[in-house]
């Protein structure tokens, strides 16, 4: 008899690439029943996964943390699962609850939450530290009777390591499969962005430093918020950005072999500086060099394995010196991206974070 498994979101989408496409899929593919529970989506049989869909027509944050999570506890209860996997800050008093029930359960936690807490610009500066450490102190708290914490980044690891002994780093790095395709001799895009934009994920120092470099920007993805769209789409070097918008998987890995470089410039953000964006191990695995923010983690992965050029993420003019730099030394870029595709397939790549996965589950159910 297989053991069943129960992976819950009520934030994230049903084909969220770390949710759906690698640690479900993953989790089906050595034989697990696997179910995810998703609000407002649609309820199917993918790659082997049993997506259960709860109806929820609750609007705003406070809301939905009241009354869609509670939804999702009466779900999984119904499915009865051997292990429980939660995603979402504000699931944690299901996990709790699901933990008091006798059930086994892993917070998996895909950002620091309380360092994100003190970006919230929309939070008065004075209000941001004080929420951070008391939701740190509740957080912690929680995580600390799970059975295990499965994290996004060792940064994250090690900070719950201290509560939690089985605490395990599942790192967001590519199916390398799905970026490792024919690289086509005529490049047609310049720079390309791909996820979210925002101004503290450096869109604007993007956009602005395009006045200092022949390249254009090619975007793929969404705004953050309309306010930041119609901001930016304002800035004068606007006409030198194509603007795709949202694109499935497939059609971002298509243009990633089109484009001569990626670019990551983040903010200095707490959350950022120990991050680990899917996007620099993506544009690596299309063989892209890269540009990144010049923080030490991203320094250190991008040197050691000479994969690109990092900059000052807040210095449009630095910014475009690091991008000439590549478009000027055509042969060391399609070398670097060269060293970026060998480093995700020897060791950012997802078929060894799987392993762990699988390990960690078998472990629990021992």
């Known amino acids: 008899m ?75 209860l119904e499915i009865d699962a051997d292990i429980y996997q939660f995603h979402d800050p504000e699931l944690l008093p299901v996990g709790l609850k699901l933990k008091k029930l006798g059930k086994k359960v892993i917070y998996d936690t895909h950002e620091d939450v309380p360092r994100q807490i003190l970006s919230k610009y929309y939070l008065p500066a004075f209000v941001r530290p004080i929420i951070s450490k008391v939701f740190e102190i509740y957080e912690n708290r929680i995580a600390a009777k799970m059975d295990a914490v499965i994290t996004a980044t060792p940064f994250i690891r090690d900070r719950f390591l201290k509560i939690n002994p089985i605490t395990v780093d599942i790192n967001n790095y590519p199916i ?10 005529e490049k047609t895009h310049d720079i390309c962005y791909v996820g979210l934009m925002s101004k503290i994920r450096g ?120 991008v000439n730099l590549l478009l000027e030394n055509e042969e060391q870029s399609i070398q670097m991206g060269k060293n970026g595709q060998k480093a995700v397939q020897d060791v950012f790549n997802w078929k060894q974070e799987e392993e762990k996965l699988i390990q960690l589950y078998e472990q629990i159910l021992k």
């Open 203 to 322: 869109i604007e120092e993007m956009i602005k430093m395009l006045e200092f470099t022949e390249a254009k920007m090619t975007l793929i993805g969404e705004f953050q918020s309309k306010g930041e769209e119609a901001f930016i789409k304002n800035l004068p070097t606007w006409n030198k950005v194509n603007f795709l918008g949202k694109k499935n998987r497939k059609e971002v890995a298509d243009i990633l072999s089109k484009s001569k470089m990626g670019i990551v410039i983040f903010h200095p953000e707490p959350n950022h500086i120990n991050a680990q964006p899917n996007k620099i191990f993506e544009y690596m695995a299309a063989s892209l060099p890269i540009v990144t923010s010049d923080f030490p983690l991203w320094r250190s992965i991008v040197t050691k394995h000479n994969a690109g050029v990092c900059a000052n993420p807040l210095a449009p003019k630095e910014i475009a010196k690091a």
């Open 176 to 185: 390398f499969e799905k970026f490792n395709i024919e690289i086509p001799t």
């Open 2 to 76: 297989k053991n069943k498994i129960c992976h819950i979101t009520t934030v994230h989408n049903a084909k969220d690439t770390r949710i759906f496409q690698k640690e479900c899929v993953s989790l089906a593919k050595h034989g697990f029943e696997t179910h995810l529970i998703v609000a407002n989506q649609k309820s199917e049989i993918d790659q082997g996964v049993q997506i259960h869909n709860i109806i929820s027509t609750t609007s705003g944050r406070i809301q939905r943390m009241r009354k869609t999570t509670q939804i999702a506890l009466k779900k999984a």
